[in-house]
């Protein structure tokens, strides 16, 4: 699958801001009908690499290049101000002139159809998650950024949901940059983890990354067991920060 | 039927209305009313320099609005004050600055009142043909970037992800702020504006279920506005700027009480 077009290149990149950098040296590539997978601890730079893609904030260093002609984002947190009136179906369009069979389609794969003349502020959290992914995939983009894209639906839509996102790299052929905590996600169907700290700790396929030391520095041993067998013994507990108390 | 300055007072108040209505959604929806409060207040120092060098009022007043909007917007990345208080900072130092100027220009007659409230029955037919050409013009520029500015209003970062530019529509609707104030000042006065701005959409507001609703609502209460306003200013001998906002408040409140009593909204 390597002649697959390259969607967007960063060689070096960073941002720097309030005096420190949030990211820095970022190399990665997403092709066509490829799933990159960010991982890594909360304040990594997961949202900001994803953001330098998008072209949202502008890099400091290094060069972000690419020939993406549309791209979607589902963003981690969206407010949505409770003095405009908004119905699902006015925000599906905010950025592109869709008809109604195209909103409809996209919702019908996320499951929330039913929902097209609600207004969003009705909606609950999942719900609302479920409308943000079917605007982002009714434009049908060539590259889609998903910044934990399954937060608040419940385990069985988190699956289905996950089930759809690799479909919609299939069916469009689009490249996927996914920021997931979900490990299993990320084993079964990424091409491509990249571990950040700041930096990119580690790189590559999910059974190479859960192996190197850096990845097992970060995230602990009994991570990297769980993502190898799919299932591991407890012989620990957890804090309630995730760290291991044995 | 009317005498002629009032029909002028009416074509040129439901001019304003059909320009506020839009621009007041945005600002109700983006949370600007204090930014618009700012641009109206140094709107007073743009008044007293059109006297001071004998130019158009409301070219003046643009000049001096859009650049302390610009001002505003490169300020709020540089430094570290909170946006209100910068807000606050140039609204307050601009009227000042505006107040004693005046104060210089004591060989020209002043009308304080007329400047702080307006003047809507002294519309004459030029004031007319700058609101509603000037109107026109702000309504075409509005339209042409509606999607992008009504995106980034949603989220700015969904906006700039997919290509809305953003920034540049912030920058012309700023503009265009700076514009309706220009040509309304005459009429509304620079401290009542923002309450044209802000009334008529808010009472659309509890009225609508979409965007474009509360658009076009929110203009037609602002024609509302206007002529009960003008009318009971006729009939009652009060000012009438002020009557036109009670009139809109009247509304506002009147909006209140249907909300509660249908409970639209409430799924």
Known sequence: MDQNKLLVKLENAG?????????????????????????????????????????ILNTDEGLVTGNANKMAYVPQKINIDWTMPLRVIDFMKITSSLNNTQIT?????????????????????????????????????????????????????????????????????????????????????????????????????????????????????????????????????????GSISK | MFDDFFMRALIAGIGIAIVTGPLGCL????????????????????????????????????????????????LQKRTKLAGDSLLGLLAHSTLAIGLVLIGFLS???????????????????????????????????????????????????LAAAEGMKPDLSNFIFTLLLAGVIAISIKMIGALLITGLLLIPAATARSLSSNPRQMVILSILVGIISVILGLFSSLELNTASGPSIIVAALVLFILSLISFKRSGALQK
């Open chain 1, 105 to 241: 389609e996209s919702l019908v794969m996320t499951g929330v159809d039913k929902l097209l003349y609600n207004q969003i502020h009705s909606l609950s959290g999942g719900e609302f998650q479920r409308v943000l992914i079917a605007r982002a995939i009714a434009k049908k983009p060539d590259l889609l950024v998903l910044d934990e894209p399954v937060q608040g639906v419940d385990f069985n839509g988190e699956i289905a949901l996950y089930n759809l996102i690799k479909e919609i790299s299939v069916n469009l052929n689009c490249g996927i940059l996914l920021i997931s905590h979900d490990m299993h996600f990320v084993m079964s169907t990424t091409d491509h983890v990249i571990c950040l700290n700041g930096h990119i700790c580690c790189s590559g396929s999910p059974s190479n990354v859960v192996k190197n030391p850096e990845y097992i520095k970060l995230f602990g041993e009994h991570n990297s067991e769980t993502l190898s067998y799919y299932q591991h013994q407890h012989d620990h507990s957890h804090n309630h920060d």
């Open chain 2, 107 to 157: 060989s020209i007659r002043f009308d304080l009142m007329g400047l702080l409230f307006g003047d809507i029955l002294a519309v004459t037919v030029e004031d007319i043909f700058i609101v509603w050409f000037g109107g026109l013009i702000i309504l075409g520029i509005l339209f042409y970037i509606w999607k992008s500015i009504f995106a980034a209003t949603v989220n700015y970062d």
């Open chain 2, 27 to 74: 600002v109700i929806w983006r949370r600007l009313s204090y930014f618009g409060d700012t641009l109206s207040h140094s709107a007073l120092l743009g008044v007293t320099l059109a006297y001071a060098f004998s130019i158009n009022i409301s070219l003046s007043v643009f000049i001096i609005s859009g650049t302390v909007a610009l001002l505003l917007l490169s």
């Open chain 1, 15 to 55: 941002v720097y801001r309030s005096s420190k950098w949030l990211v820095r040296g970022i190399s990665l590539e997403i092709n066509q009908g490829q799933i990159v997978t960010l991982i890594g601890p909360n304040g990594s730079g997961k949202t900001t690499t994803a953001k330098m893609i998008l072209n």
